[in-house]
Each structure stands twice: as C-alpha cells, then as structure tokens.
C-alpha cells in the first residue's frame, strides 16, 4: 500500500515537472509570430509591427550582436541598450536558446521571428539569433586608459577591447581615422566584452591628452627606448598603441615615455592584439 502511494506522488510529481516544461515552452513559442513582434505586458502581450531590418552602417544609432552567445551577454550586461531579438524559423527553442528567450520574456524584450532579418544581416546560414542594440555615448572618467591610435582592423580592435576587459581595463580611448567600434564584426571579436568597457572617440591625440593631463604615458613603438620589463611604472597610466601598419609617428616619444617590447629577430614585429596584450599584463601586475 505505502509503494503504490509513493509511486502514485512519484508520478504527479514528474507529471507536474512535464507540464512546467510544456508550459514554458508554449509560453516562449507565443512570444514568436510572423508578422508581429511580442512584447510582455502586465496585461496579456502588447503587439507590435515589425520594424525595419537594415544592414548595419555607421551612422545608425543601434547595432547587432550576431549569435546566441553574443546576445545572451548583452542581455545580461546590458539589458537597457536591448532593442530586440531576432530568431529564424529553423532556430531549436531548446537548452540556452530557451534560457535566453525566457529571459527576454522577463525583461520584456521584444522577440521575433524573421528569416529575413539573417538573410540580410548574418546570410552565411550560421547563426540563428540577432540581438539588436542602442548605442551608447561614454565619456571616459579619470584613470588608466588604453589608447589606441587609428586602428582599422574591425577583429584587432574587438581582441583588443575583450583582452582590456579581461585584465580590468574598462576605459579605452580611440584616435580617428579608426573603425567603428561598434560595426557587428568587431562586436562578435569582443566576444560580448564590449559590454564591460567604455569607449570615447577623439579627433586628435592633443585632445584626448590636454583631457587627462594627469595619467602617464606610455607608448609602445619598435624605436621605444626602454625594454617594458625595465620601465618605472607609475599609475594612472594611459597605453598608447599605434596602428596595424605604421605604428606610432615618432614624434610620439617627445611627449610620451617610448617603451619596446623585446623580441626576436626573426620577426619585423608584433602584431598589435599581442603587443597591446603583453602591455596590459605588465602594467596590471
């Protein structure tokens, strides 16, 4: 008698788990209908006509995150700049798609079905969520700064901002002419780490120099005339990187302490992801 009544709560109990599951499931397929985008209300969901699916230039005021890694970590980092959310018909709501539309849900992120928006914005077939997301306007404050001067590689720059944020330097200054920071390619190299930093754009390196008269300046040429291992480190500090192929004009070292990093002949150089790492590890220990 007592086996057949803890078998009989042992069902209820798994039947009530399959229900849960069900019913979070349909609760996420609701949120998903051609023609409309979904957005949970106090009262029932607020329907919405699809806006405008555009590929993404410079001077559109929101971006893309391409992939369900790289919208999960926007959502969770950031979840104020959120627009939407974009899924395919061929996308599993299964495992960490789920979690991230269950998510949406909570925030009230609208979510929406679109295999036009990934023929337009990820065509390769390889990606089966969007996040689209405002731009945000960051004003660097006083501290330690990266400084990278007219970097033009979009992959550079986002290995560049993730390694930054790994070693906890969140604010980075960008010297035009440089890519867009904000361009999806560079996004995806970030890894979702353009999230955890500030970035600000100057015109001319004396701008962003009479702004933080402060910081000490180290700049990273292959004329440098210290070896980093050597140099006096004093905080707050500014590291200055030069572009991919020029590196920094030598009139760099008239206002600034030039610092090498040693390496073999057999190499002209470094390439700047790698130099700008090796700086960030010497200068955080």
Not at 102 to 116: F, T
Not at 235 to 257: D, M, R
Not at 271 to 284: D, R, S, V
Request: hydrophobic share 40%; glycine share 8%; charged share 25%.
């Amino acid at each position: 008698m007592l086996e057949k009544t803890w078998k009989g709560s042992e069902e209820r109990q798994f039947e009530s788990k399959r229900q849960n599951h069900l019913d979070g499931r349909l609760r996420i397929k609701h949120l998903i209908m051609d023609g409309f985008s979904c957005r949970p209300a106090a009262a029932g969901f607020k329907m919405e006509m699809k806006m405008k699916i555009q590929r993404y230039r410079h001077e559109l005021d929101y971006s893309y995150t391409l992939g369900a890694t790289l919208t999960y970590e926007m959502i969770k980092c950031a979840p104020e700049l959120a627009r939407r959310v974009y899924i395919s018909s061929s996308t599993q709501l299964e495992g960490g798609i789920a979690k991230l539309l269950a998510q949406c849900e909570s925030l009230s992120i609208p979510v929406e079905k679109s295999d036009k928006a990934f023929n337009i914005l990820s065509p390769k077939g390889n990606c089966f969520v969007i996040g689209e997301f405002q731009k945000k306007s960051a004003r660097l404050k006083s501290g330690s700064h990266i400084v990278l001067t007219n970097p033009s590689d979009a992959g550079n720059l986002g290995t560049i901002i993730r390694t930054a944020a790994g070693f906890g330097l969140g604010q980075i200054a960008i010297i035009r002419p440089a890519v867009d920071c904000y361009d999806p390619r560079v996004v995806r190299a970030s890894m979702g780490s353009l999230f955890h930093v500030d970035m600000e754009y100057f015109d001319r390196i004396e701008e962003y120099l009479d702004r933080f008269p402060e910081n000490t300046r180290y700049a990273f040429m292959l004329t440098g005339s210290v070896p980093i291992r050597s140099i006096a480190k004093t905080s707050p500090f500014s590291l200055i990187f030069g572009n991919e192929a020029t590196g920094l004009p030598e009139e760099y070292a008239a206002f600034c302490q030039s610092v090498v990093i040693p390496h073999s002949k057999n190499i002209d150089s470094l390439n700047l992801p790698i130099a700008a790492a090796i700086g960030m590890f010497e200068f955080t220990q």
